[in-house]
């Protein structure tokens, strides 16, 4: 019996099989994110905001901060999964493009499949083998993310909230909108308030320097380039009343489709229709300043006034665009000019530009041409003035003012009045640009 038992156990001592696994984690890798090219030959560009910090983590197509060029501001999202090492720029330094922006601190997966080290105690005949145990490893994730969208994830940062403090109230526990600003009034609640006789000491002399750059810094050199330009003035007057009719009777039947229509759009395309017959209008110089170059296509700019400065996008091909077209090319680019989400390629290759000084209250101006362009008109406010009509009779009227501005090396005086006699007719028998509609 002793005898039996001590062979079993030296049978099961000879298939003993001892198996080590080895499993290396996550390892983490330092990447430098490069500032990558934007388009339009932009070379260089101003850091606007930062929407991540160091210690931070960022996903995939997260937003890492804004930049803005000499021709539209653009956001730079993430190409990686991982945690902000190092910011390259301060909010208001020139970056580089192809230089180094942010440094990562990315995961780089290096998971080997598990190896058995087989060491045998010892050897008695053949046996079957041992059957292998699976063994599965679920990766952990180190960086303890909270689930959130990079919206969210840009309000927290901007509140100094972290996300780790806020109870999520979505799907797997999402961090919501909601959640933010609930954490924020729960936050303020418990603050003590200032006392009442605290007063802010408000600065009320001394000077302040502050950079040109982004939009301002495109003005500044766009406005030399145009003062290089012998330029003249041209200015008329435009009977308004036909066209102020008109919009009455189409603005309730736009306004039940949620179109608001201003006579801007009105302006661009008889403009259009102007340089149909006219085309030097639509031209520019070559660099050696020894050809002209006519351009068939009317890409017409509209200056806008924004938070951040002037801008000049441009409305491509009108000449094919009927009047509801141009008014939603017209209400996006604005819209996008406010939001400083123009793109590169609307304030590129404009060819003639206006400017609607009246929709905040001037009469007449002196518009400057925008380079290479050699014509700008500026529209001023609509007015209602008694005139004497075909019978020399006084009848209520609103007219509204013309100020030209050409470039003299291309455009004589006598061209640019029949252009604007063009465009009074027009605009003053609108019915001629409804033919295209």
């Not at 003299?408 to 605009?427: C, E, P, W």
């Amino acid at each position: 019996m002793a005898l039996r038992l001590l062979t079993k156990m030296r049978f099961f001592n000879s298939a003993l099989t001892v198996r080590h696994f080895h499993l290396t984690s996550a390892a983490q890798k330092l990447t430098q994110f490069t500032l990558s090219d934007i388009g339009e030959g932009i070379r260089e560009v101003t850091v606007k905001e930062w929407f991540v910090k160091v210690g931070d983590n960022v996903e995939q197509f997260e937003d890492i901060c804004l930049v803005e060029s000499d021709k539209a501001s653009v956001t730079i999202t993430s190409r990686y999964d991982g945690i902000i090492k190092n910011l390259y720029y301060e909010v208001g330094d020139i970056a580089l493009v192809g230089k180094p922006l942010v440094d990562i601190d990315t995961i780089e997966s290096e998971q080997e499949e598990p190896k058995p080290d087989v060491t045998k105690a010892g050897k008695v005949g053949e046996t079957p083998p041992i059957p292998k145990t699976e063994q599965i490893i679920h990766n952990v994730d180190i960086y303890n993310k909270k689930l959130a969208t990079p919206a969210v994830r840009r309000i927290a940062m901007e509140y100094n909230v972290k996300l780790t403090d806020v109870p999520g109230s979505g799907k797997d526990g999402r961090i919501m909108k909601e959640d933010i600003l609930n954490f924020l009034n729960q936050a303020t609640k418990k603050t003590e308030k200032l006392p009442t006789d605290e007063v802010q000491v408000v600065p009320t002399g001394g000077e302040k320097i502050v950079p040109v750059s982004g939009i301002k810094k495109v003005m500044v050199r766009t406005m030399i380039e145009s003062s290089k330009i012998p330029t003249f003035g041209y200015y008329d007057e435009v009977n308004m009343t036909k066209l102020v009719e008109l919009r009455k009777d189409i603005k309730y039947f736009s306004k039940s489709k949620g179109i608001t229509i201003t006579y801007l759009p009105f302006f661009i395309k008889a403009m259009s229709k102007c340089i149909e017959i006219y085309p030097e209008l639509n031209s520019s110089l070559d660099e050696s300043n020894e050809n002209i170059i006519i351009k068939y296509y009317h890409n017409i700019g509209v200056a806008v006034d924004t938070p951040k400065g002037l801008v000049v996008p441009n409305i491509k091909n009108v000449q094919n665009l009927s009047i509801a077209q141009i008014n939603r090319e017209l209400n996006t680019l604005m819209d996008n000019g406010r939001n400083g989400k123009l793109l590169p390629n609307d304030m590129t290759k404009g060819t003639i530009s206006i400017s609607n000084i009246g929709a905040i209250g001037g009469t007449y101006a002196v518009p400057l041409i925008n380079p290479p362009e050699v014509c700008i008109l500026a529209v001023g406010k609509i007015r209602s003035v008694p005139q004497f009509n075909e019978d020399h009779k006084v009848v209520h009227s609103h007219v509204c003012y013309l100020s030209w501005t050409a470039d003299h090396r291309i455009i004589d005086g006598a061209t640019m009045a029949r252009f604007s006699n063009l465009f009074k007719q027009y605009v003053e028998n609108p019915s001629l640009l409804m033919l295209d509609l």
